[in-house]
C-alpha cells in the first residue's frame, strides 16, 4: 500500500516590493560613491562602490528567487520551484566569497601604498550609504530563516560595518592622519564577510545535496514513527529540505494484516507527529505486510538497530 500526502501551498511573496526598492536604493548609492570617490580623489569611497555594486547582481539573484520560490508544482517540477532560494543562496555566497577575497587583497595592498582621501566626501557618503545598508538589513531581519534572504542580508549587513569602518576611519584620520585604519578595517570587514558566507555556502550545499536538515537526527524520527500503534518496523527512511522550512519524508513501514481504514488511522497518527515534533509536512509512507514481532524494529542504511 503506497500512500502520499503533500501540503505545499501558493502564497503571495511580500519580499518582491522590498528587493525591488533595495535594487533601487542601490544603484543610486552606487552612483553617488562613484561620483564622490571622483570628486573627492577617495580610493575608499571608490571600493566601496564597487563593492556596494556587486549587491546588484546578487539582489537580482534573490529577486528572482523569491519569484521562482512562488510558483506552483507543475507536470515538470512536481515539489514546485522552492529549491530556486536554495540555488540562489549558494550562488550568492560564491559571489560573496570572491568580493570578500577582492576586498582582503585590496586591504592589504593599501597597507603598502596609502593613499589621501577626502574626509568629508567619505563623512557625508558613509553616512548615505549606512542610511541605505543599515535599511536594508533591518528589513531583510524578518526573513533570516529563507537561506536565500540570509545570504542578502549577509551581504548588506556586511555593507553596513563596511560604512561604519568608513565613518569611523574618516573622523579618526582627520583628527590623527593614522591612514592606516582605513585598511586594517577593511581586514576585518572583509574576514567577517567570509566567514558569514561561509556559513550559508555550506548549509546550503548540504541541502541541495539532500542533506538530512541540521536540527534533526534519524533515529529520533524513527523512534517517533515506532510509538505509533500498530507500526512493528520501519525501515527506507530519507529526509529531506525542499526550500525554506519545508521538509519532506519517505519511509516504508511495516503493519499486520488490517482494513484499509485501520491503516488509514496509522498514516494520519504517523502524519501528526511527524508534523508536531519534526514540523515534516510532506510525508510519503509505504505499508508493507508485516510478520508478527515482539518489537518494533528501525533499519536505516547501512546499519540495523532495534528497540524494546
Known amino acids: 500500500m503506497h500512500v502520499h500526502h503533500g501540503s505545499d501551498g501558493h502564497s503571495?511573496?511580500?519580499?518582491?516590493?522590498?528587493?525591488?526598492?533595495?535594487?533601487?536604493?542601490?544603484?543610486?548609492?552606487?552612483?553617488?560613491?562613484?561620483?564622490?570617490?571622483?570628486?573627492?580623489?577617495?580610493?575608499?569611497?571608490?571600493?566601496?562602490?564597487?563593492?556596494?555594486?556587486?549587491?546588484?547582481?546578487?539582489?537580482?539573484?534573490?529577486?528572482?528567487?523569491?519569484?521562482?520560490?512562488?510558483?506552483?508544482?507543475?507536470?515538470?517540477?512536481?515539489?514546485?520551484?522552492?529549491?530556486?532560494?536554495?540555488?540562489?543562496?549558494?550562488?550568492?555566497?560564491?559571489?560573496?566569497?570572491?568580493?570578500?577575497?577582492?576586498?582582503?587583497?585590496g586591504a592589504i595592498d593599501r597597507f603598502?601604498?596609502?593613499a589621501e582621501v577626502g574626509e568629508q566626501w567619505m563623512i557625508g557618503l558613509s553616512l548615505l550609504?549606512?542610511?541605505?545598508?543599515?535599511?536594508?538589513?533591518?528589513?531583510?531581519?524578518?526573513?533570516?530563516?529563507?537561506?536565500?534572504?540570509?545570504?542578502?542580508?549577509?551581504?548588506?549587513?556586511?555593507?553596513?560595518?563596511?560604512?561604519?569602518?568608513?565613518?569611523?576611519?574618516?573622523?579618526?584620520?582627520?583628527?590623527?592622519?593614522?591612514?592606516?585604519?582605513?585598511?586594517?578595517?577593511?581586514?576585518?570587514?572583509?574576514?567577517?564577510?567570509?566567514?558569514?558566507?561561509?556559513?550559508?555556502?555550506?548549509?546550503?550545499?548540504?541541502?541541495l545535496l539532500e542533506g538530512l536538515p541540521r536540527q534533526m537526527r534519524l533515529p529520533e524520527v524513527a523512534r517517533s514513527i515506532l510509538e505509533v500503534s500498530g507500526v512493528q518496523e520501519v525501515h527506507d527512511i530519507h529526509i529531506w529540505t525542499i526550500g525554506a522550512g519545508h521538509h519532506a519524508l519517505s519511509c516504508h513501514v511495516r503493519i499486520p494484516d488490517m482494513h484499509m481504514e485501520e491503516s488509514e488511522k496509522i498514516l494520519t497518527a504517523i502524519r501528526g507527529r511527524l508534523a508536531g515534533s519534526f514540523g515534516i509536512k510532506h510525508t510519503t509512507v509505504q505499508f508493507e505486510r508485516a510478520g508478527l514481532p515482539d518489537t518494533g524494529v528501525y533499519m536505516p542504511e547501512p546499519f540495523r538497530s532495534s528497540k524494546s
Not at 134 to 139: A, H, P, Q, S
Not at 141 to 165: E, K, M, T
Not at 190 to 204: C, D, M, Q, R, Y
Open 12 to 105: 503571495h511573496n511580500p519580499t518582491h516590493g522590498f528587493l525591488s526598492a533595495a535594487l533601487l536604493a542601490t544603484l543610486v548609492l552606487v552612483a553617488a560613491e562613484f561620483l564622490g570617490g571622483y570628486l573627492g580623489h577617495s580610493i575608499a569611497l571608490l571600493s566601496d562602490a564597487i563593492h556596494n555594486l556587486s549587491d546588484v547582481p546578487t539582489i537580482l539573484i534573490s529577486w528572482t528567487a523569491a519569484y521562482w520560490a512562488e510558483r506552483p508544482a507543475d507536470a515538470e517540477r512536481t515539489f514546485g520551484y522552492r529549491r530556486a532560494g536554495i540555488l540562489a543562496a549558494f550562488t550568492n555566497s560564491i559571489l560573496l566569497l570572491l568580493v570578500a577575497l577582492a576586498l582582503l587583497w
Open 129 to 207: 550609504a549606512l542610511a541605505i545598508n543599515g535599511g536594508i538589513t533591518v528589513g531583510l531581519v524578518r526573513g533570516h530563516r529563507d537561506l536565500n534572504l540570509r545570504a542578502l542580508l549577509v551581504h548588506n549587513f556586511g555593507d553596513a560595518l563596511s560604512n561604519i569602518g568608513i565613518l569611523a576611519g574618516a573622523l579618526i584620520i582627520r583628527s590623527t592622519g593614522a591612514v592606516w585604519l582605513d585598511p586594517a578595517l577593511g581586514v576585518l570587514i572583509a574576514a567577517f564577510v567570509l566567514w558569514s558566507s561561509f556559513g550559508v555556502l555550506h548549509e546550503s550545499g548540504h541541502i
Open 112 to 114: 603598502w601604498h596609502p
